[in-house]
């Protein structure tokens, strides 16, 4: 097995750091999973860089993970969710880049494995406007995969992942608690039972008028700041793995 993933901030693993502030996520924990459901180590490679347009996701990432050597056995792809953060949001369009990449990856013979990231909009300023976008854009893409025979995890659809336990303080982010629940929808998906990482309920988190400011000034006001100056957060960012690692257990 080879697996590379290619998308943006979620398939980075951004929200789930290690000790040495570096991100761990979803992507490498399916890798690890694979090794320990086959026994085998995982070739493993990931291209994602917070702050990506699925139109540069596709431009800078695709056919650098295509043209890996040896060639990857199996590509993930995640993205548009920094698409539907913005206003006029072209959907046919991103459905049209999605099916560039199917069409792609199915004629060089690698297996296309596509995630709708997990649906934040109950957090967020105006995040019924997002689940709109996504409720659409999952649904479309449900249509595409079933037509090139690739498999889609609906994240997006995960009504647990949606709970504040499973989001960073941005509440844009995953946590480590959201990525594993990830990872195990997706483990499940490819052949090898997984449960579901499930963070116990415990009594909703009361936000009051001090705690909303704060979140505004440290979250909402740089992210704005960052799309008026015409910055990413990605900016200067490398991927994590650009070359084949040998993943373990």
């Not at 695709?62 to 539907?84: F, Q």
């Not at 297996?111 to 300023?125: C, F, Q, R, T």
């Not at 941005?170 to 480590?176: E, M, Q, S, T």
């Amino acid at each position: 097995m080879r697996y590379v993933a290619i998308g943006d901030s979620f398939t980075e693993g951004m929200g789930d750091e290690r000790a040495d502030g570096t991100p761990r996520g979803w992507a490498d924990l399916v890798a690890a999973g694979i090794a320990e459901a086959t026994g085998e180590p995982v070739q493993y490679a990931n291209l994602a860089i917070r702050g990506r347009l699925l139109g540069p996701i596709l431009d800078e990432q695709l056919d650098v993970a295509l043209g890996l050597d040896p060639a990857p056995t199996m590509l993930s792809l995640n993205g548009g969710g920094n698409d539907m953060m913005r206003r006029g949001t072209d959907i046919d369009r991103l459905l049209e880049l999605t099916e560039v990449a199917l069409r792609k990856t199915t004629a060089a013979g690698v297996k296309m494995l596509l995630l709708s990231g997990a649906d934040p909009s109950e957090h967020l300023p105006f995040g019924h406007v997002i689940r709109r976008k996504g409720t659409i854009l999952s649904a479309a893409v449900t249509e595409l995969a079933a037509k090139y025979d690739a498999l889609f995890v609906n994240i997006f659809g995960d009504q647990e992942i949606r709970r504040a336990p499973y989001w960073s303080a941005d509440r844009l982010h995953l946590n480590a608690n959201g990525h594993r629940r990830v990872a195990g929808l997706v483990l499940t998906a490819l052949g090898h039972p997984t449960t579901a990482h499930r963070v116990d309920p415990g009594p909703a988190s009361a936000r009051g008028l001090l705690a909303e400011a704060k979140y505004y000034r440290e979250h909402v006001l740089p992210w704005v700041t960052r799309r008026l100056q015409g910055r990413s957060s990605g900016d200067g960012r490398a991927p994590k793995y650009p070359v084949w690692t040998a993943v373990g257990a």
